[in-house]
């Protein structure tokens, strides 16, 4: 067994979707507040990784994958003083308390508030719509990313770096991806992308059952070109953005759009660190419950948010003030953990009844306020 590192050096474990993984950016943003002089190693899967490496080129990186054995991992993480599972899964968990036992080395768990979630999902399936979504189910008890940075802070606290008192300011910790050092990129896109006002888009999900309807983004599509026009303002240009599948999906919409202003479809066409360069140079994003969103907040774009299956509750719901998350007060929600469930009255109501005009309102806000069109690509983050 090797001695304690002289250094500090600390390992993050999270390997899962990548909105997951933006999230857990929050221990970055915490680092960086707490000034803590410490080398990250951040185990991971492809692709969420490799955007987290595009953002953060000084991170060290272990790239994983299905078939890498424990062993190996563990043979490359034995410099760490400590190591956290932001994942804590069966894997991430045989990988701690291996790590734990050979290193003699401290180990952290991030909490997961598996009880409550389930509570939810079993409340959705016993009363169904025979009662009203109850308030705890859209309002969480602490946001993912917050508990993340949480476990990391506690780490650090017994690892004697930090104090016990310190105190962290809500916004101190939040996700964030670093873009000021490709801001010199010209890409075409971004080229394109900063001729105009843009509106962005995103209608695709991980999963069909987490994707509004077509006609819900179509109508409110058509209630903001009316809240616009009626307030004598410039309809922005529509930016669609999305992974291959997301392609048609976009053109449909597009088609039944029929926008009065320019129209990009991206879906399908960027890598996700090009995705996360675009969005910043967008007013604000129209989303499903979607890894999208997290990337337009963690580059300081505010989001709208249409829930379906999904809940608020879970702890996922956009951060930023000017940031809001949509979604119908239906008991039936959530309908699974993930939001991959197909709805059980075969009508997904959950979307259907989004007040579409209420969302267009919002949208309008966002667009026609200016201290949301400046030039965002000149801000830089404290």
Known sequence: MKGRPSKLKIGIIRTSSIGDVVLASSCLSLLRYLKVEAELVW??????????????????????????????????LQDLSVLIDLQTNLRSRIITQTFKSRFKRPVLSCPKIHFQRNRLIWEGRLYGRRRPLPRRAMIAMKPQYRLMSDSLLTALQGLKVVKETVSIPKNEAAPHLQTEHALEAQSQHLQKLRANKWLALAPGASYPTKQAPEAVFSEILANLAEQVSSAGGTLPGLAFFGDAKDKVVCEELIRRVSWKAPVLNFAGELSLWENALALKETVCLLSNDSSLGHIAEAVETPTVILFGPTVEGFGFAPRKEESRAFSAPLGCRPCSKHGKSACRFGDKLCFDRIDRLEV?????TLITNRSFTNNKTAKTIP
């Open 43 to 76: 185990i991971g899967r492809a692709p969420a990784i490799q955007l987290l490496q595009a953002a953060y080129p000084e991170l060290s990186c272990l790239e994983i994958t299905k078939e890498t054995k424990t062993r190996e991992i563990l043979d490359k």
């Open 360 to 364: 267009a309102k919002y949208l309008a």
